[in-house]
């Protein structure tokens, strides 16, 4: 088969990520094409780590993960081709990886520089379709990565900073807002796996002016228009609204603070 | 082949419906997967109805249409799985899939139990990803829906109330608006099998403030600006102006009222 | 395989986009099916055609490209389909196509008339699915356009102007704005093949109460916050803002006045 998928910040009013397709599909006719999301903020390039992060472990070993959120489109910015985990990425050398392997290191990286399998002649704003999506197609047909150009030490790739939630006290946890979804449900950098071993009910969260006692098992968990705390589907701290948008109601944006205090059980 | 739709309110932002595409193509390599949309307003369960009656017989006997717009996820809601007009359906129990068997009954009907089939662990807001990927993918391999669960009779599932339209008087129908398209065309709960025997010029119908006489042919039947009313494309009571939004020019919202007078022919 | 590709303005809210696919996988269930874009304006026919324009070249020959922006739906506006630069297009004769074909004829133009391929009973206000879907499916699978109705000449189809730049001296191109894309780039109907001789440095562009010297490399070629011109992917002059939104920044709208000053080298 050979399955890419795609995650970039084209949108999809113009005719980008057609044509990125269009170029894929000429060079591996059965390719299948997934789009992860194309809305992502223009050049957001921590929002696409975070978005591939939370999907790629959930499609089959071997996939294509193709991420083009790329503001030096053109410059003289690398772009990354690598082996982690089972599947095949690639991506602009911004640190958009870099929050994909944030706990181990790729099994192999490389710069992409055979410029025989680039479209001719390669535009200075559209890499998407002139790099990205031949590359991506050849990948998709079994091509190794070390194909594409010489192997990189990781310390070699741009590496990009995302915000850790931290330990404060011995009961308190600070993290971040970091995602923002469709419902308005608030994706936090705290893993669940930090607040496992606390009682639940006891759990409290502060966010904006509010403040959520316990973790919820779902959203239906308290009555409808009251906020709660679950872990999400993520696997990480979610604040939401039971049946309503969290973002709106409780008035909190993207790089909020959110402060858990847990009490140990036993 | 094995064609599975996706319904759902989860939008193309964030990565739900890709991760969702990543589950199904892992267990089935092969399935053609057409999104119908996933644009519905968050929890609107009648709207998500209203736009797989419509969809749903333009697809090949055997189709799988999955619909996931679930307040109640995470609770204890059913899961049904049923054939109806030679198609299988794939819905939270709230009441859905009530929408479109509003004339018959379904063939068979199950409760979705099979948990070997579901992804470990479940989480408990992401469904979706969870239960409903993977069931649509054993389905789109040929599964019988009998393999998923015990069968259910009709009455033990939620019905949900859609609105009718009602005969008020010998030559008058009383509906409402009940979806506003992207053109801001207003379909109606008015089917036109209702006004088929009327004369189409002395036809009279009322929304908001406005009062629009005859049923046209087409959008272009009159002239640009002007509001018509027209059998739309599903088969019902449809107001639009020509070459403009009618939602807006009308200042009309979902829910309003429409009265048809009719006057009978001969 | 067969590819189709897809441009219309019903946008992805509503099931229209679903239901062709449907239609047109009940007739060639090995299509592959791409979607360039149905978030056109409403019944911008040269919205459509400048993208599709831009999209065709990069898809494999024999693709089938249906676009459907057809405010003239169910009156006797003709449909078209045609042979051009080895590509199958078909659309509603409205001018959408003669936006294609601004340079050389087509190899072969007919009008869709065989009814015996459409869906019955044919609707006078979705004939995307009724007649578009069926035909593109037909076409897919190796159906010759002869089949689907009479020859037509070529100034027997809707002819719509589309916008040219003009030389007004010596030194001088007036073009406007024709699109703008996600990122709020401004694309213009002047060629980069008539800035080529100029020295790049030289050139002076004036849109809104703006004046860029000097074409760029790429988006990044200025500081952030910038403006600045380059040779966009479609390869026409774009105007840009280094990692902002141009049309916000420098508050200029389609149709926009965009005049470039030459000075030719040697």
Chains 1, 2, 3 share one sequence.
């Not at 959930?58 to 081709?81: C, E």
């Not at 709106?248 to 944006?253: H, I």
Request: hydrophobic share 45%; proline share 5%.
């Amino acid at each position: 088969m050979g399955l890419i998928t795609l995650v970039t910040d084209f949108g999809l009013r113009d005719e980008y990520v057609g044509v990125m397709k269009g170029v894929i599909l000429g060079r591996n006719p059965d390719a299948r094409i997934v789009d992860l999301s194309h809305g992502i903020d223009p050049q957001d390039v921590r929002q696409a780590a975070y978005l591939l992060k939370a999907a790629y472990p959930y499609f089959p070993a071997g996939s294509v993960h193709t991420a083009v959120v790329d503001p030096g489109v053109g410059s003289q910015r690398a772009i990354l081709a690598a082996r982690y985990d089972g599947h095949v990425f690639l991506a602009p050398d911004n640190g958009l990886l870099s929050g994909i392997w944030e706990e181990n290191s790729p099994d192999a990286l490389v710069r992409v520089e055979n410029k025989a399998l680039f479209l001719e002649p390669v535009s200075h704003s559209f890499h998407g379709r002139d790099i990205f999506a031949p590359i991506a197609a050849h990948l998709s047909l079994g091509m190794d990565i070390g194909a594409l150009g010489p192997a990189l030490a990781l310390d070699q790739a741009v590496h990009l900073a995302f915000p850790r939630a931290e330990l404060q006290a011995d009961d308190q946890l600070s993290g971040q807002v970091i995602a923002i979804d469709r419902f308005g449900n608030l994706a936090t950098n705290i893993s669940g796996t930090r607040i496992a071993h606390a009682n639940p009910d006891a759990v409290v969260i502060r966010v904006g002016h509010h403040c959520i006692t316990g973790i919820s098992a779902s959203y239906s968990g308290v009555r409808e228009g009251r906020a709660l705390a679950l872990i999400g589907s993520r696997g990480s701290l979610e604040i939401a609204v039971n049946r309503a948008n969290a973002a709106r109601r409780l008035n909190v944006a993207k790089g909020a603070p959110v402060v858990v205090t847990l009490k140990q059980t036993s």
